[in-house]
């Protein structure tokens, strides 16, 4: 009888983050991993007298404060980053920060927003990363970052006090992008505090997508989401070759961002030119059709000449270039979230034949629609 390897999961399952993770390990046991899953939702604190006696011969756990006890079980293991720097001698699995603050910034930034901040835990490797990278991005658009970190020390409501006091510091409109979910729902506390009006005069974008804590927040918070479902999957591909005993490719998996999810806490137009923001709303609302220049100058009642110029002026891009982001942005949601074959989104989307498809995409994103997909699908 083929041999089941023994694998213990430490991995929580309170928040989507950790139920992604464990879909994607899953996905991989089901159908390629000879495995026998032990999973433990309390931590190591609880599973830990209970190792020898399961003989684990792997271990992925989110459970970074208690890895140097995980490591003296002496087999393959797998850390879901969270709080601290990555630990040498295991495989480590990390979100991709970089990419995860510049698409907050180049939300916050395609909403017309001029006053831009970020909010952070203080010394935590992982919170830093997202906020240099948010805020390189910002200074590329000429603008400065107000950034306002977590003391230690300090409780919940005295928390929540301080950041209302700090975002009715600030100029309005105020876009705003927390370290994740859980503290882009605080910023949405705060802002009411102040008496602050969502989201026309503090727009927030949360980290994660967590589907629960986005859809509870009032209004519903727009947020970066992360694809844990593949890191998950990856994770489990590179334990199983470690516990066979092969060599592995790397050892560092990067949970990549995949875009943001827009919902009603972001859902502005800071322009001041109404006819302006009539054409944003109507490229975005026609995002599946070759739109031209024309026919979006004629839907914000200005002449082709006069909205290219409000255009650059506002939003230091033109019109064209605004088109082909937005329906890049939505072919990317569809690669990502379908199975859909190439050949019908093009379809889908208005695009004459796959080479002109992949020759518009390949253009704004610098990859082919394939390897967009084999990049950053599920799984």
Known sequence: MPHLYRVLLLIE????????????????????????????TGGLEKAWPHLRAF?????????????????????PLVVVGHSRQEIPGVVNLVSDSETIGRLGAEHLLNCGLKNIAFYGLAGVPWSEERAASFTARVAEAGLETHQYRTPPG????????ALAR?????????????????????VIEAAKIAGLRLPDEVAVLGVDNDELVCELSSPPMSSVAVNFERAGYES????????????????????????????????????????????????RTHADVPLTVTEVARASGMSRRALEK????????????????????????????????????????????????????????????????RKFARY
């Not at 700090?166 to 605080?186: F, I, K, R, Y």
């Open 236 to 283: 489990a591909q590179l334990l199983d070759r470690l516990m066979r005993g092969q060599s592995p490719p790397a050892m560092r998996i990067v949970a990549r961002a995949v875009g943001v999810v827009t919902r009603q806490s972001t859902d502005i137009l800071a322009v001041q030119d109404v006819r302006v923001a009539a054409a944003l709303r109507y490229i």
């Open 13 to 40: 399952s309170s928040r989507a983050s950790g139920r992604s993770l464990l879909r994607g390990i899953a996905g991989f046991a089901r159908h390629h991993g000879r495995w026998l899953c032990h999973w433990e």
């Open 55 to 75: 003989q684990a011969e792997g271990i992925i756990m989110r459970d970074v404060d208690r890895v140097d006890e995980a490591l003296e079980y002496h087999v």
């Open 154 to 161: 300090i409780s919940s409501e005295e928390e929540r006090q």
């Open 310 to 373: 409000q255009f650059r002026a506002l939003l230091d891009r033109s019109i064209r270039r605004e088109i082909a982001r937005v329906r890049v942005e939505r072919i990317c949601r569809l690669l990502e979230e379908t199975n859909q074959p190439i050949s019908q989104i093009a379809e889908a989307m208005g695009f004459v034949g796959q080479e002109h498809f992949a020759r518009y995409f390949r253009a704004e994103k610098g990859i082919t629609p394939l390897a967009y997909r």
């Open 166 to 186: 700090w975002l009715a510091s600030l100029p309005h409109p105020l876009g705003v992008m927390a370290c994740n979910d859980d503290h882009g729902q605080q």
